[in-house]
């Protein structure tokens, strides 16, 4: 039995990307893998956000995810600030990642462009890193994600091989796996993903 982990960040209310994208198909790997399906709230402090704004986005992500179809008795659903260790392993994994390795990933590059880099915070520079613990830490087989996180995993693959092969077969192999429907444009502008940060392009479920 594969073990598949996923979550989606509260930073904002789920758009009609987030459920064709992810929430739909969450219930389909419950029933014939080991899952675990969390809620991404410390990927979600890598930019600004209000604390009250983002209990209530944590609390209707818990209920869209029942919602949808997801079982706490066939899932581990869970809130990933929670579990201390995804920190815990962040902080060891830092160590085997490289600054190069991170300035080239695509959506630091995009953010650094759209903003003040000198502004940005370390946490969205090392977003890659806490991914990687995210995934390690329950050593998951199949990642479901966005086109957009392909890199980040590529990444933890090869961080797997650097570790393993320092301190021998520990860290387990992940595989990405991307479903039709995971890259959803934006009704505003079609040239980029429909984001819960753009209200004139999204569709919000809320709605």
Not at 71 to 97: C, G, R, W, Y
Not at 135 to 157: C, F, K, M, S, W
Request: net charge negative.
């Amino acid at each position: 039995m594969d073990r598949v982990l996923s979550g989606i960040k509260p930073t904002g209310q789920l758009t009609l990307g987030n459920y064709i994208g992810a929430l739909r198909r969450f219930p389909q790997y419950q029933d014939e893998n080991d899952t675990f399906i969390f809620i991404a709230d410390l990927h979600a402090l890598t930019l600004p956000i209000e604390p009250a704004m983002l209990r209530d986005n944590i609390r209707d992500i818990a209920a869209f995810y029942l919602a949808s179809g997801l079982d706490s008795q066939k899932a581990t659903i869970f809130v990933q600030s929670q579990v201390a260790a995804h920190a815990e392993l962040n902080a060891i994994l830092q160590n085997f990642i490289y600054m190069g390795e991170l300035s080239r990933m695509t959506q630091y590059k995009e953010k650094a462009a759209a903003n003040n880099e000198s502004a940005l915070g370390l946490g969205l520079f090392a977003y890659p890193v806490l991914m990687a613990a995210d995934i390690l830490l329950y050593n998951a087989d199949i990642v479901p994600v966005g086109d957009d996180q392909i890199q980040h995993v590529e990444l933890t693959r090869d961080l797997v091989k650097r570790f393993n092969n320092r301190y021998g077969n520990i860290l387990g192999m992940p595989e990405a796996k991307v479903s039709v429907g995971a890259r959803i444009m934006s009704l505003s502008d079609p040239l980029k993903k429909m984001s819960k940060s753009d209200p004139k392009g999204d569709i919000y479920l809320k709605d």
